[in-house]
T-cell receptor, first 115, second 119 residues
Framework: GESVGLHLPTLSVQEGDNSIINCAYSNSASDYFIWYKQESGKGPQFIID?????DKRQGQRVTVLLNKTVKHLSLQIAATQPGDSAVYFCAENSRYSGGYQKVTFGIGTKLQVIP | DTEVTQTPKHLVMGMTNKKSLKCEQHMGHRAMYWYKQKAKKPPELMFV???????INESVPSRFSPECPNSSLLNLHLHALQPEDSALYLC??????????????????FGPGTRLTVL
């Protein structure tokens, strides 16, 4: 199930099931959207990105869907494994007026895989 | 070498201390970043260095002073910090600062962070 409150939103999934992590973004001018995975004690690790003119992109066991109409992004993980347990952040890539890249992270979702 | 390293891993300092965080990458990346991450929160951008020059300062208090001695190194000098500055400080690098890579996402590679506690 999913819970939101004082703690990080958490999604609990049975090992082997598919996981879907959702994210809402705010900046319609963002040109890329990225999913990062952050394991305990580590920095964020790039998983997959999607350009703003696409609506779906697939990687190895992961799929990202982008719905610009409702400013919604999702990450689907197939056959979730214990090693997928981590905090997942969606992020928007936009640009400062000088062209420099700015990545803005969403609030994050903690994925717990139940063996 | 495809990693970003950060030292120290943990740091405890008093409000009157002066300390420095260090970050290093040997991927030939020309952009480097400092982020601050509070517990259960997303990383927040602090500074962007592009070709060893400070390009972006996200209104960070002057008690945080970044320095880029060369293209592989990035420091964050800390002085007179407050307890609320306690956080995980993340360094990242990317091949370009964004100006050149207009047609693709310029992936940022993150280090493991320095866990800072200010007493």
């Amino acid at each position: 199930g999913e819970s939101v409150g004082l703690h990080l939103p958490t999604l609990s999934v049975q090992e082997g099931d598919n996981s879907i992590i959702n994210c809402a973004y705010s900046n319609s001018a963002s040109d890329y959207f990225i999913w990062y995975k952050q394991e305990s004690g580590k920095g964020p690790q790039f998983i997959i990105d999607i350009r703003s003119n696409m609506d779906k992109r697939q990687g190895q066991r992961v799929t990202v869907l982008l719905n610009k109409t409702v400013k919604h992004l999702s990450l689907q993980i197939a056959a979730t494994q214990p090693g997928d347990s981590a905090v997942y952040f969606c992020a928007e890539n936009s640009r400062y007026s000088g062209g420099y890249q700015k990545v803005t992270f969403g609030i994050g979702t903690k994925l717990q895989v139940i063996p | 070498d495809t990693e970003v390293t950060q030292t120290p891993k943990h740091l405890v300092m008093g409000m009157t201390n002066k300390k420095s965080l260090k970050c290093e990458q040997h991927m030939g990346h020309r952009a480097m970043y400092w982020y601050k991450q509070k517990a259960k929160k997303p990383p927040e951008l602090m500074f962007v260095y592009s070709y060893e020059k400070l390009s972006i300062n996200e209104s960070v208090p002057s008690r945080f002073s970044p320095e880029c001695p060369n293209s592989s190194l990035l420091n964050l000098h800390l002085h007179a910090l407050q307890p609320e500055d306690s956080a995980l400080y993340l360094c990242a690098s990317s091949q370009f600062p964004g100006l050149e890579a207009r047609s693709s996402y310029n992936e940022q590679f993150f280090g493991p962070g320095t866990r800072l506690t200010v007493l």
